[in-house]
């Protein structure tokens, strides 16, 4: 988890610094944030080219808006609400416009290390995340968004609900949605009795 105190008014001093003129502040800012947007990207879209695409405008948006940004709102929501922003618009055009990646999936997945003890284990652990991400790959957009920035992104209920324009109550049933249809779609993966759960 991260300390939202001292890292938003950092965070919230450096856009302050973007807006006056000062671009390096951009620097620090990309530094602080690219990993992280990436990986949110990334978990959408399951294409790394796509996502790390989709980082870069994603701050090139930030600079363009910069004299937007309001100090008193939280940076971080801000931020993601610009990536899922571009994250729709990109799923929109992909709709209009399918294409076939060129890409195998096998050259985006890490090799085993070489010191594995039990290969029938890590062929399980692989099927079962290889599961997982199928079946969070599934959900319809709206229970996956808020789904990935609360699981993942670890943002609380009110951001992910100002992030997608939704009330905390709407997030909280779309989590409850998404997890309900998990916990249906992963039954075989599941240990016994959580089924129920």
């Known amino acids: 988890m991260i300390d939202d105190s001292s890292e938003e008014i950092q965070d919230a001093q450096l856009m302050t610094a973007l807006a006056s003129g000062n671009d390096p502040a951009l620097n620090l800012l990309i530094r602080r944030w690219s990993p992280r947007i990436l990986a949110y990207l990334s978990r959408h879209t399951e294409n790394h080219a796509t996502a790390v695409d989709l980082t870069q405008e994603t701050f090139v948006r930030l600079y363009q808006n910069r004299h937007r940004y309001d100090p008193d709102r939280t940076f971080s929501t801000w931020l993601y609400t610009l990536a899922g922003n ?62 990935l920035l609360s699981t993942y992104e670890h943002l609380p209920h009110h951001q992910i609900a100002t992030i997608l324009g939704l009330s905390e109550k709407a997030v909280e049933m779309r989590l409850y949605r998404a997890r309900l249809s998990l916990r249906e779609s992963l039954k075989k993966w599941l240990p016994q009795g959580v089924e129920g759960g």
Do not use: F
Request: overall charge negative; hydrophobic content about 35%; glycine content about 0%.
């Open 86 to 147: 571009l994250l729709r618009n990109h799923a929109r055009w992909q709709k209009r416009h399918p294409v076939t990646h060129l890409e195998p999936e096998a050259l985006s997945e890490q090799s085993p290390p070489a010191d594995t003890p039990d290969p029938h284990d890590q062929l399980a652990t692989s099927e079962r995340a290889a599961a997982v991400r199928q079946a969070i790959k599934a959900l319809p957009t709206e229970l996956r968004e808020p789904l």
